[in-house]
């Protein structure tokens, strides 16, 4: 069930085409990654969505229903840019950009309190903001996010600005919003986090969008095929049989065992390799190597050049 | 519409809290009544202590003649005494001394007041009046026309005292203080010009501020651009009558205070004749200071229908302010910090200083072509048409000026607001007028 659903969007700004007839859905309560280099489209893409600029032709579809005001409530957006009015003070800060999402005043009040102290922070509540070092404002910055309970969650490059402690408690905040049913948009060049947070991703690239679906299958599309052997006690003839008929690379000795990357051919499966070397080594491990999203992200992008 | 309420709200309190806000609020009815009172109070002050002046004539012409006058006593001294009187200046009790020799080659007299601190404006006026007067007066005597002082004092005794009177629609007479009207011309004229300067630029900053530090972002993913543009603008103007409106209150309160400490008349002839001998008056002419009464002043002011001049002032406020502050949040928009405005607030402030200077000399010809047109043209007419008002403006005219205020601010901030849209999301371009003109064409959202 796709939440959110884009078809034929674009965009033009003056002489600069910033979507081009982009066509992807985002399915319900997971984690979307909005991927793309520099200048790709994705900012233009988030305020289409935001509804801060609208598109030039194509439609987008929220819950089955096109883009209309009513949405605006439905939606929290971090943006990558941070910021917040310095001299006001926090809570109120909090309270005022909730009213405007919707909110009642005793509502926001209520929730504020609540996330103040899972945070940690309602000492924070009568500070200025310009009072709070960079970390704790994003903090905050979060918490409006995500105050008036968005069904769906923009973030763009949420971790940046985060030291590791603080990362790891965004992520974990991030992945029990995904189970209580929200679906999260995830903008960014952090390939390894989207590794670990994405369940689909799109790619966009000079306004089009190149490469779709889930992360799984995409890394398999993308693979070379590896595969990574861990051994011991080979016999005479494997290291011969490696080398010729898988392509043997990156041979690590481990000391009690040897670790290679080897090369399957197209038909052959793990299987198949798994049968012929069961009786020439002890194994270890073996497993196939997916590529990291930043070389599919490289070579996806080469590849359209 | 709920939401611009909020927007509203909250520009209007976190200005109205500033302590910056309850200072000016506060402390400017006060600065002006000081104003008022002090001048009176020092001239009052220093008429009670005596000033005595040693006079040294050597021409002989002026001793016994020179008069005293309350406040300044003269002493006529023998010549050779001024070396001791110099050497000794200090420990005399003289404020100071009056030499006057003949001078060997022009013939004419010189006249020196010399002293061992700083003379007072009002005793070298005085002093001056008195040596004039008697240079007069042996002028006279040397026509040898009989009876010429008498003919002569018989000419300056004769005054005029012209009332100035306005007839109202019954036929009925109001008496009207020119002087009245002129200043609260001005004062209409520089209030306006100060608030479209000073909340313009809140305006500005505020729109800046927005944009620097990036909030404006998250603000319009919740709201229309428009919405934040018009939720500032309202908010900032009702501070601006808030703080009006608390002046007005205050300056009420101290002129209440201010017309029981300054006495009536009995001490008003000591203050007529040292204002009428003081030659610091050339703004308003002598003849017309003879007139001065204070508390004939207040009740003129009473007289002038202040309420509905007051009525027709918000309303041009209004106008004016919502005029200007578009541009305004237009050029805040536009750059990227407050430092890169300077190149476009200078075209805004132009005709607002154009303006004040056509309403500063508005009063000496109301009706003139050019106060009338200046009282049209948007731009100016804020300040031209209340300069104007004192005089009895044409109801027709005032009302046809509030038109074109109207419907030119209308103009101005759906400009504005196409502008703003833009380019609060548009960073690190040049902003030029074309880049200007090219954002405001830039049709949908």
């Known amino acids: ?305 | 519409m709920n939401k611009i309420k909020l927007v509203i709200k909250r520009e209007y309190l976190t200005r109205v809290r500033k302590k910056s806000f309850l200072i000016m609020t506060f402390l400017s009815p006060l600065f002006f009544g000081l104003l008022m009172i002090v001048p009176t109070l020092i001239a009052l002050s220093s008429s009670s202590e005596e000033k005595l002046i040693a006079v040294i004539d050597e021409v002989g012409v002026y001793e016994q003649n020179l008069e005293n006058i309350a406040g300044i006593k003269f002493e006529f001294l023998e010549h050779n005494l001024e070396e001791e009187l110099r050497e000794n200046f200090s420990i005399t009790e003289y404020y100071a001394f009056l030499s006057i020799k003949k001078d060997t080659v022009s013939n004419e007299d010189i006249f020196r007041l010399i002293s061992d601190n700083q003379i007072v404006i009002d005793v070298r006026d005085y002093v001056k009046g008195e040596l004039r007067r008697v240079l007069i007066d042996k002028k006279l005597h040397s026509y040898e026309i009989e009876e010429l002082d008498k003919i002569v004092k018989e000419l300056s005794d004769v005054q005029v005292t012209l009332t100035t009177v306005k007839i109202d629609d019954l036929g009925g007479e109001k008496e009207s203080a020119v002087e009245i009207s002129m200043v609260i011309s001005m004062l209409f004229a520089f209030i306006s010009y100060f608030v479209i300067f000073i909340y313009g630029n809140q305006v500005m900053r505020g729109v800046s501020e927005e944009k620097s530090s990036r909030i404006v972002e998250v603000i319009i993913s919740s709201i229309k651009p428009f919405q934040l543009m018009m939720g500032k603008i309202v908010g900032i103007a009702l501070v601006a009558l808030t703080q009006f409106i608390l002046w007005i209150i205050l300056t009420f309160g101290i002129v209440t205070i201010a017309q029981s400490v300054i006495p009536s008349t009995f001490e008003q002839d000591k203050l007529v004749e040292m204002i009428e001998n003081s030659e610091a008056n050339d703004f308003v002419a002598e003849n017309e200071m003879s007139d001065f009464d204070f508390h004939q002043i207040l009740n003129s002011v009473k007289e002038q229908n202040i309420g509905q001049m007051l009525f027709i002032f918000i309303l041009y406020f209004i106008g004016g302010y919502f005029l200007y502050a578009s541009f305004f949040a237009a050029v805040g928009s536009a750059v990227d910090a407050e430092t890169d405005s300077q190149q476009f607030v200078l075209p805004i402030t132009i005709p607002v200083i154009i303006g004040l200077y056509i309403a500063m000399f508005a009063f000496k010809a109301p009706h003139s072509p050019l106060a009338v047109w200046a009282s049209m043209i948007p731009l100016t007419s804020p300040m031209v048409m209340l300069a104007r008002l004192p005089f009895d403006v044409p109801m027709w005219e005032i009302i046809v000026s509030l038109i074109i205020l109207a419907a030119s601010f209308i103009l101005s901030t759906w400009f504005a607001a196409r502008i703003y849209r833009t380019g609060i999301l548009m960073y690190g371009k040049k902003v030029t007028y074309k880049e200007l003109w090219r954002w405001f064409k830039y049709s949908r959202k």
Not at chain 1, 70 to 93: A, T
Not at chain 1, 96 to 123: C, H, M, P, R, V
Not at chain 1, 164 to 178: C, G, M, S, T
Not at chain 1, 225 to 241: C, H, Q, R, T
Request: with cysteine; glycine share 6%; aromatic share 8%.
């Open chain 1, 1 to 305: 069930m796709s939440f959110v659903e884009v078809k034929n969007v674009s965009k033009k700004y003056a002489n600069h085409l910033a979507l081009d007839k982009v066509n992807f859905s985002i399915p319900e309560n997971q984690i979307f990654g909005l991927l793309g280099p520099n200048g790709a489209g994705k900012t233009t893409f988030i305020r289409i969505l935001n509804q801060i600029t609208a598109a030039d032709s194509g439609k987008i579809l929220i819950n089955n229903e096109p883009l209309s005001p009513h949405h605006i409530s439905l939606i929290g957006y971090l943006p990558e840019e941070r910021g917040l009015y310095k001299k006001m003070k926090v809570g109120e800060q909090a309270i005022y950009l909730s009213q405007l999402k919707g909110l009642t005043k005793n509502d926001a009040l209520k929730k504020l309190k609540y996330w103040f102290e899972k945070f940690e922070i309602t000492t924070w509540w009568d500070k200025k903001v310009e009072e709070l070092s960079k970390g704790m404002q994003q903090k905050v910055q979060f918490i409006t996010t995500v105050l008036h309970e968005p069904k769906l969650l923009i973030l763009d490059e949420p971790f940046s600005g985060f030291d590791p402690i603080n990362a790891n408690h965004l992520k974990e905040e991030i992945l029990k919003l995904k189970s209580q049913g929200t679906t999260i948009i995830f903008s960014t060049h952090n390939m390894a986090s989207v590794e670990e947070l994405c369940d689909n991703i799109t790619l966009i690239n000079k306004g089009k969008s190149i490469l779709s679906g889930k992360v799984h299958d995409i890394r398999k599309e993308f693979s070379e095929n590896k595969v990574a052997l861990e051994y011991s006690n080979p016999s005479d003839n494997l290291s011969e049989l490696l080398n010729s008929k898988y392509n043997s690379t990156n041979v690590v000795e481990l000391g009690h065992s040897t670790q290679v990357e080897l090369t399957l051919g197209e038909k052959e499966t793990l299987n198949d390799l798994l049968q012929e070397v069961t009786s020439l080594c002890s194994i270890h491990s073996c497993n196939e190597i997916l590529p990291r999203m930043d070389d599919v992200f490289i070579k996806a992008v080469n590849q359209n050049k």
